[in-house]
């Protein structure tokens, strides 16, 4: 079955850079669009930006343009995100979730989140 | 961007009570192909989300159909016919039809 396994928690220095990982199983890892979701503490959901694996094309929400790097490794059906110049507000929780092919915004399964803390 | 207003924002039902959730639109989520990518989520404490509805009335793979999505253009309700113990969490409106991808501010339901 689909399986998305994320990183471990990350604590970080403000200003420095972390990157997190979400392994894929289960599906074909190039034929899915693959989002990242940030949730900070008790708030709601914002959406980053996407990966096509097959190409590498992105496309990410302006706000987190230059904030965010999406990348892919296909030999080991691995997403990546890093996340640069870090702040307190980039603390959060961060989620994969592939987009199922034609419904955009079909997110049927979830990575189980990676906590990001970012303090001195 | 467009924003997802959710009401009420928390909700508190008992075993068995029909509950609706509204999530309003600031534009309307029908695009020029007919489609309206109208969504909705559900989140249990401690877990990640999980998709309850898609393209505003279809239910999910392995969604029990007390759950019914239902509206058009701006205005949409998620309704839960029967709320189970289960149900407790935040459920989030999701539209994909605009970029970028923008999630409502949640409701929490809340069991009595």
């Known amino acids: 079955q689909v399986k998305l396994l994320q990183s471990g928690a990350a604590l970080v220095k403000p200003g420095a850079s972390v990157k997190m990982s979400c392994k894929a199983s289960?599906?074909?890892?190039?034929?899915?669009?693959v989002s990242w979701v940030k949730q900070s503490h008790g708030k709601s959901l914002e959406w980053i930006g996407e990966?096509?694996?097959?190409?590498?094309?992105?496309n990410f929400n302006e706000k987190f343009k230059g904030k965010a790097t999406l990348t892919v490794d296909k030999s080991t059906s691995t997403a990546y995100m890093e996340l640069s110049r870090l702040t307190s507000e980039d603390s959060a929780i961060y989620y994969c979730?592939?987009?199922?092919?034609?419904?955009?915004?079909?997110?049927?399964?979830w990575g189980q989140g990676v906590m990001v803390t970012v303090s001195s | 961007d467009v924003v997802l207003t959710q009401t009420p924002s928390t909700l508190s039902a008992t075993i068995g009570q029909s509950v609706s959730i509204s999530c309003r639109s600031s534009?309307?989520?029908?695009?020029?192909?007919?489609?309206?990518?109208l969504y909705w989520y559900l989140q249990r404490p401690g877990q990640s989300p999980q998709l309850l509805i898609y393209?505003?009335?279809n239910l999910g793979s392995g969604v029990p159909n007390r759950f019914s999505g239902s509206g058009s253009g701006t205005d949409f309700t998620l309704k839960i016919s029967g709320v189970e113990a289960e149900d407790l969490g935040v459920y989030y409106c999701?539209?994909?039809?605009?970029?970028?991808?923008?999630f409502g501010s949640g409701t929490k339901l809340e069991i009595k």
């Open positions: 289960g599906y074909t890892f190039t034929d899915y669009w």
């Open positions: 979730t592939p987009d199922y092919p034609g419904i955009r915004g079909y997110f049927d399964y």
């Open positions: 999701m539209q994909a039809t605009h970029a970028p991808l923008t």
């Open positions: 393209l505003v009335s």
């Open positions: 534009q309307s989520l029908l695009d020029s192909a007919g489609n309206t990518y």
């Open positions: 990966i096509y694996p097959n190409s590498g094309a992105t």
